[in-house]
């Protein structure tokens, strides 16, 4: 009986078909993004680092890389739900985001959608 088992069971490893792998194409093409936008921001490479805020019950961290005359912003919103950023401890400049290319302004409130981020780059 034993070995009947153990027959039936290597049999059904025989004629297992391997699982199917497939890329997730929108992901892929997220990271290539991320990666670029690094590579293309010296602050995202070589910038000291400054924490701006955390707040963990809202699951939001913002920090700040400078190098240079360079500064970048980044904004992470890692809760289940959009969340609104204030900025006034920021002078007035006006970031384009480089993942969408939206502009934004730090003397109004940043929303940040949930589980995704902001690159914030100085619009000069």
């Given at each position: 009986m034993i070995l009947a088992l153990k027959m039936k069971f290597i049999m059904q490893m025989v004629i297992h078909e391997p699982d199917k792998v497939e890329i997730n194409q929108d992901l892929f093409?997220?990271?290539?993004?991320?990666?670029?936008?690094?590579n293309e921001n010296k602050p995202l490479q070589l910038g000291s680092y400054k924490t701006l805020?955390?707040?963990?019950?809202?699951?939001?961290?913002?920090?700040?890389?400078?190098?240079?005359?360079?500064?970048?912003?980044?904004?992470?919103n890692n809760s289940n739900k959009n969340q609104t950023i204030n900025t006034p401890n920021?002078?007035?400049?006006?970031?384009?985001?480089?993942?969408?290319?939206?502009k934004y302004t730090t003397n109004k409130n940043i929303l940040v959608y949930k589980k995704s981020g902001l690159i914030l780059k100085i619009n000069q």
């Open positions: 093409k997220h990271y290539k993004k991320l990666i670029h936008i690094r805020l955390t707040d963990d019950d809202k699951g939001i961290l913002v920090f700040e890389r400078i190098f240079k005359e360079q500064r970048v912003i980044v904004v992470i920021l002078e007035k400049n006006q970031f384009i985001d480089l993942i969408t290319s939206k």
